[in-house]
């Protein structure tokens, strides 16, 4: 089993910050690629940033600038700073691993349970 566990959504009101973390924990071989994903009302799930086990960011153009993904690779962590926030990024946040777990031959995509933020005007 592996289980992702997200932490750090909330209510903030336009121009404030929040911090997500997500932890991913259970029969763990290898971590690669980590990263975010957003789904808001009505609108397709959407990516948002992801990091490779290396350290390699890449980002929605929508908050480049602005939101920063980090990870640490000794606490299967990913976080996900998110600064100048706008309304527009309302949404339930999703945290993903594409992970090995031990004694499985391939790699697969493991999702936390999802985060809600709200940014009010």
């Known amino acids: 089993q592996m289980q992702l566990v997200e932490s750090g959504g909330g209510l903030v009101q336009a121009g404030g910050s929040l911090r997500l973390s997500c932890v991913a924990s259970?029969?763990?071989?290898?971590?690669?690629?980590m990263g975010w994903y957003r789904q808001a009302p009505g609108k397709q799930r959407e990516l948002v940033a992801a990091i490779t086990s290396g350290g390699s960011a890449n980002y929605a153009d929508s908050v480049k600038g602005r939101f920063t993904v980090s990870r640490d690779n000794a606490k299967n962590t990913v976080y996900l700073q998110m600064n100048s926030l706008k309304p527009e990024d309302t949404a339930v946040y999703y945290c993903?691993?594409?992970?090995?777990?031990?004694?499985?031959?391939?790699?697969?995509?493991?999702w936390g349970q999802g985060t809600q933020v709200t940014v009010s005007s």
């Open positions: 259970g029969d763990i071989f290898r971590i690669n690629a």
């Open positions: 993903y691993a594409n992970a090995l777990r031990i004694g499985a031959m391939y790699e697969s995509r493991y």
